[in-house]
């Protein structure tokens, strides 16, 4: 990942409405929810959720599947990786003993 890239996914995640949506996807892996369900759940018109889902997909954060009528939006975990890893890649310059805490808070979730 480059730094527009990180950018732009900060930035689509960068707004409550859009992060609510991505955490949302993020738990429903690796099936995935219809657009009119992520809006249901967040209780946002569907007309606004179709908006800041382009969003996160214009940032590379999710990908929409049409299957028949309905399009199922899925998290795009390489990006999140990417971005993770982006983010702490040159952690504690090179002292991996002050990177620990961190690496040990994200292994239970996962």
Known sequence: MDNDSAISALAALAQGTRLDAFRLLVRHEPDGLAAGEVARQLNIPQNTM?????????????????????????????????????????????????????IAELVPCC
């Open 50 to 102: 179709s908006s800041h889902l382009a969003g996160l997909a214009r940032a590379g954060l999710i990908r929409a599947e049409r299957h028949s009528r309905q399009i199922i939006y899925r998290a795009d975990l390489d990006q999140l990786k990417a971005l993770t890893l982006f983010l702490v890649k040159d952690c504690c310059g090179g002292r991996a003993e002050l990177c620990e805490p961190l």
